[in-house]
Nanobody, 120 residues
Framework: QLVESGGGLVQGGESLRLSCVAS??????MGWFRQAPGKEREFVAS????????RYADSVKGRFTIARNNDKNTLDLQMSSLKPEDTAVYYC?????????????????WGQGTQVTVSS
């Protein structure tokens, strides 16, 4: 089970930190996705099981940072310089054991999502 938290309403340029807690330890890659109204769910970032490798969507590169703590079974997404186009429901997900997931189909367990709204 994956449970996200940390969403909310912020103004453009501000920061927000999302967290995801897993009910059990996993060494699989993990990722964050987001889905805006009327749009498909899209990849945001992923991190390898050991936390050493990361991947980001071009739209968030340099502004978002993904991190994990395997001792606490947590996955975080630090978001800075937020823009109105970052508004979406954000989901954490468990990905493949090896490598980094990139597409929705690479991930098999999903959280319920947390809403992030960025006002202009």
């Amino acid at each position: 089970q994956l449970v996200e938290s940390g969403g909310g309403l912020v103004q453009g340029g501000e920061s927000l930190r999302l967290s995801c807690v897993a009910s059990e330890r996993t060494w699989s890659s993990m990722g964050w996705f987001r889905q805006a109204p009327g749009k498909e769910r899209e990849f945001v970032a992923s991190i390898s099981g050991n936390g050493l490798n990361t991947r980001y969507a071009d739209s968030v590169k340099g502004r978002f940072t993904i991190a994990r703590n395997n001792d606490k079974n947590t996955l975080d997404l630090q978001m800075s310089s937020l823009k109105p186009e970052d508004t979406a429901v954000y989901y954490c997900a468990k990905g493949p054991l090896h490598g980094l997931g990139l597409s929705v189909g690479d991930f098999d367990y999903w959280g319920q999502g947390t809403q992030v709204t960025v006002s202009s």
